[in-house]
């Protein structure tokens, strides 16, 4: 291939070389962290970690590892995220299949599992309403054995692909998938020490802030709220609250940007809910509400 929109290959084609000439190809095209893009990309195309891969910077690519390494490219540069062409992602130091059905996990909802894991007594009940790829209910499960970990996700295919990383860190059989928005597929009795929560906090009619390539690629269920309703998927988990969280249990969502006032606003307005806090992401930004269920 000789266009300039195909990523053109140095003489010698060696580790180093394709990694230098793909960042700067990279670079061209506006791609954040080309560098890094550059080596998770070669990375999967070799099998090799980032240490391997400069241990090991004289080896040469043959042919079907350069082109393997062009297709890679070409999508990074058209935007795709790097963690859907990787096919996984780390998420607290476990590593998850990803696909275009989930949102990409992100280390502000890293944070969220830690706030979690300060509010869950032992033994706790604990439910992820929206659960995705699985990340945050296999990260309780996995960290906390003692967990009674449970996970409602809508998307069919997310769902799936949440069973499958339940079952690839050995949890399968200590969280209980419910397939269904929000309350409605649990099992009405069924009431919880712990609800945590990453809803779709977007307003699809305000997006400000929210970057190309997580428009293009993310999938629009897990990103956008009801039109002009930041806090409607807030809404439909405090609703019923009074019926699935114990007295004296807690209540943690991760949000952001235009939803975060309307939440806590929504939590303040709950009769059955107090001790409502705003906390901050590692950024210093607005990011969780968290409240406690009156006793």
Same mark, same amino acid.
């Given at each position: ?6 990523p ?12 230098r ?7 061209r ?48 540069? +058209? $935007?795709?995220? %790097?963690?859907? &062409? ?9 590593? @998850? !299949? /990803?696909?275009p ?11 969220l ?8 007594? +032992? $033994?706790?009940? %604990?439910?992820? &309403?929206g ?8 990260? @309780? !499960? /996995?960290e ?41 597929? /649990?099992?009405?009795g069924e ?50 609250i009074?019926?699935?969280l ?50």
């Open positions: 291939m000789s266009t300039p929109d195909v053109q290959q140095p003489q010698g084609h060696t580790v180093l070389s394709v990694l000439g793909a960042e700067d190809w990279l670079l095209r506006g791609v954040e962290a080309p560098k890094r893009s550059a080596e998770l990309l070669l990375g999967k195309v070799l099998g090799l970690g980032r240490l391997q891969l400069y241990l090991a910077h004289d080896r040469p690519l043959d042919e079907p590892e350069r082109a393997a390494m062009r297709g890679l490219l070409v999508r990074r540069g +058209q $935007g795709e995220p %790097v963690a859907y &062409l990787l096919g996984s992602w780390s998420f607290r130091g476990h590593e @998850l !299949a /990803v696909s059905a989930v949102l990409i996990p992100r280390p502000e909802t890293e944070e599992v830690s706030l979690a894991l300060e509010h869950a007594p +032992q $033994g706790a009940r %604990v439910i992820d &309403l659960t995705g790829s699985g990340a945050m209910a296999i990260a @309780l !499960a /996995v906390r054995p003692d967990l009674h970990v449970s996970a409602v996700e809508l998307s069919k295919n997310a769902m799936a692909l949440a069973q499958a990383n339940a079952v690839r860190h050995g949890v399968a059989d200590r969280i209980t998938f419910h397939a269904g928005s929000w309350w409605e597929p /649990v099992p009405v009431c919880y020490d712990l609800v945590v929560s990453n809803p779709p906090y977007i307003d699809p009619g305000a997006p400000e802030g929210l970057a190309a390539d997580v428009r293009a690629h993310e999938p629009p269920l897990a990103l956008f709220s009801s039109p002009g309703d930041a806090a409607s998927c807030y809404r439909a988990i405090v609703q019923p009074a019926a699935r114990r007295p004296g249990g807690w209540l943690l969502v991760e949000t952001g940007g235009g939803a975060v006032a309307p939440t806590r606003a929504l939590f303040e307005r709950c009769e059955e809910l107090q001790s409502v806090v705003v906390r901050q992401d590692f950024a210093g930004l607005d990011r969780y509400v968290e409240a406690q269920r009156r006793s």
